[in-house]
């Protein structure tokens, strides 16, 4: 296991929501990044937090929207929740980019929407 | 970041080495092969990367053909435990100035069996 830490583990909600999503990274490690991850597909990119700001993003619409803290740990908020926002979400600590080669995942957190 | 295929499914003997083969035809001279793997309910799980030499650690071997354009991972004892999703991932090593987002297709489900 890494010391890659997610909460909640389960959390169901209804269209229209919103939701928070929290991380805490491996002891050392100030990046994080998260993932979306439907059933039967690879996870894929949302965003990427280094030193407390968003370090890049991928095809993800503004209402995916995260934030990191002093302490590196970090949190994703889905606003407006859609039936296609049913995931399951993970975050990865890392070293900085230009030193990252291993991304550390979290268990994820599977969210439902109903 | 260049594309992957991979098989979709694999079955090995426990005790016998596992080949998951991966194709990577338009990789760059500065893009290295991440293999990746995905427990069922857990997050993926680092398992090696190389750029073009072969390389080994206690998990597995990564074979990187000549032209560099395929990879094989070699499990060389599977066991149950190692029944899971493989990902090839092709990527820089590190990342200045941008996300260092990690790209995974479907993968290649591997399954051990007695």
């Known amino acids: 296991e890494t010391g890659v830490t997610q909460s909640p583990t389960h959390l169901i909600k209804t269209r229209g929501q919103q939701v928070t999503l929290r991380c805490s990274s491996q002891?050392?490690?100030?990046?994080v990044s998260w993932y979306q991850q439907a059933l039967g597909q690879g996870p894929q990119f949302i965003f990427q937090?280094?030193?407390?700001?968003?370090?890049g993003r991928g095809n993800f619409p503004p209402r995916f929207s995260g934030l990191q803290f002093p302490n590196y740990s970090s949190e994703l908020n889905v606003n407006a929740l859609e039936l296609d926002d049913s995931a399951l979400y993970l975050c990865?600590?890392?070293?900085?980019?230009?030193?990252?080669?291993?991304?550390?995942f979290g268990p994820g957190t599977r969210l439902t929407v109903t | 970041d260049a594309k992957t295929t991979q098989p979709t499914s694999m079955d090995c003997a426990e005790g016998r080495a596992a080949n998951l083969p991966c194709n990577h035809s338009t990789i760059s001279g500065n893009e290295y092969v991440y293999w990746y793997r995905q427990i069922h309910s857990q997050g993926p799980q680092y398992i090696i990367h190389g750029l073009k030499n072969n390389e080994t650690n206690e998990m597995a071997s990564l074979i990187i053909t000549e032209d560099r354009k395929s990879s094989t991972l070699i499990l060389p004892h599977a066991t149950l435990r190692d029944t899971a999703v493989y990902y090839c991932i092709v990527r820089v090593e590190s990342f200045t100035g941008t996300a260092s987002k990690l790209t995974f297709g479907t993968g290649t489900r591997l399954q051990v069996t007695l």
């Open positions: 990865a600590s890392s070293r900085p980019p230009s030193e990252d080669y291993e991304q550390y």
């Open positions: 937090y280094y030193r407390e700001e968003e370090n």
């Open positions: 002891s050392g490690h100030n990046t």
